[in-house]
């Protein structure tokens, strides 16, 4: 049965896939080598190395080799994944819990990258994996359409089809009692107490609508507080954070508010005072999000420290949703602005999307239902026909 393996390189940490045997899966280490080279992170490199790590096992239990499949052994991996059942001898025969569709097509989706690598390299594979398209579905047309409406585009044969499903957001009362919940002003001793890390945290996430990984990456050299002018956050691509996150969109700026602003210059003010400013030998390269009870102090958060404090927040807190995760909040600001008319493409540069695209495709259904509500008021839109008659 093959397997991921993490590899600890002088860059960070990596993901590759070893066979039964216990070697390095020659075709796949190539093929992620190549995602390496083109700068993917290391929890994309991660997702697909065990994609390819489950079709790899599925090749071992059929004594096949990889450059001999086509779209029926293809077909057959998609089913096993559904069922989950690729890495097991035998396949029960009851209904048993599927897997998501969401998670079968970021599967797939591995093996149809690793084939278009070989197959850019030259690689024939015996079955017919791709076929050329002439039109492309949908409104939106991207750069140099028409060069590919002569020559056609390479489609995949095999598609897994995902039901899109309603972005989960946060109301802004659940999203009061958490930072309520984590961090309060006390107007007495003119001090916070509780978590105010965290309610920085939940703060920022809400305001700018950065990923998670974006957020505990931040240093105190990105905030560039408000003296005259609206404060600003710099989200910078950095490869050498110590648990591996990344800028996922690359470099952008994000302007917050006042009050998350101020919030942050109390943040400063407690690392102060807990000695972060004698400890620290750089303070503009230390970490926003640092360790100030366990671990090493000042040290960089971890990602499955902030998982751990949500799931005790979410037991503690009455209302919040039992599967919230803190990329809702993303989902909740993008939302947000949209319903309040901000333009897609405005949406789609704070968020650090790479293709105003990938933003139509996420919250598309945000503006279509606010159109649709605006058709609600039957009566009022009639009574508009006689007046533009009359003209």
């Known amino acids: 049965m093959a397997s991921t393996q993490r590899v600890a ?46 079709w790899w096992t599925f090749l071992e239990r ?15 991996f998609v089913g096993q994944l559904r069922r989950g059942s690729v890495a097991e001898d035998v396949v029960p025969l009851h209904d048993g819990r599927k897997a998501a569709d969401a998670t079968v097509a970021s599967r797939a989706r591995a093996v149809m990258g690793f084939y278009r690598y070989h197959a850019a390299r030259g690689v024939e594979v015996a079955g017919r994996l791709y076929e050329t398209v002439q039109t492309r579905p949908g409104s939106y047309l991207p750069f140099l359409e028409h ?20 972005l989960p957001v946060l109301l802004p009362d659940q999203m009061a009692a958490i930072r309520d919940a984590e961090a309060s002003w006390d107007p007495a001793g003119a001090v916070w107490s509780g978590e105010l890390r965290y309610r920085l945290l939940w703060a920022l996430l809400e305001e700018t609508g950065l ?13 560039k507080t408000g003296t005259g002018t609206t404060a600003q ?42 000695g972060a400013d004698v400890e620290l030998d750089d303070w503009d390269n230390a970490y926003i999000f640092c360790n100030v009870h366990r671990g090493r102090s000042f040290a960089p958060l971890r990602p499955e420290s902030v998982y751990k ?28 602005l949209l319903l309040s008319g901000v333009p897609m493409h405005v949406v789609s540069r704070r968020l650090g999307h790479a293709d105003i695209q990938t933003t139509i495709n996420t919250y598309a259904h945000v503006t279509e239902d606010a159109e649709l509500r605006a058709c609600a008021d039957w009566q009022k839109i009639t009574q508009t026909w006689g007046s533009r008659h009359e003209v």
């Open 233 to 274: 956050v710099e989200v910078v691509h950095r490869e050498d954070h110590p648990h591996g996150l990344r800028a996922k969109s690359g470099h952008r700026r994000v302007f917050v508010g006042s009050a998350l602003d101020r919030l942050y210059g109390d943040w400063v003010w407690a690392l102060c005072e807990a």
């Open 147 to 166: 060069v590919a409406r002569r020559t056609g585009r390479r489609s995949s044969v095999v598609k897994v089809r995902v039901r899109a499903k309603p």
């Open 62 to 76: 059929r004594a096949q080799s990889w450059d001999t499949v086509g779209v029926s052994e293809l077909g057959t």
């Open 211 to 223: 990923r998670l990984g974006e957020a505990l990456g931040l240093r105190h050299r990105d905030w």
């Open 9 to 54: 390189a002088g860059e960070g940490v990596t993901w590759t896939v070893l066979d039964d045997d216990y070697r390095v899966a020659v075709p796949v280490e190539q093929y992620l080598e190549y995602l390496r080279s083109r700068d993917c992170s290391p929890n994309t490199i991660k997702s697909y190395a065990r994609g390819l790590a489950l």
């Open 309 to 336: 404090h949500l799931a005790a927040r979410k037991k503690d807190v009455p209302g919040l949703p039992p599967d919230m995760t803190p990329h809702w909040y993303r989902h909740t600001h993008a939302t947000a």
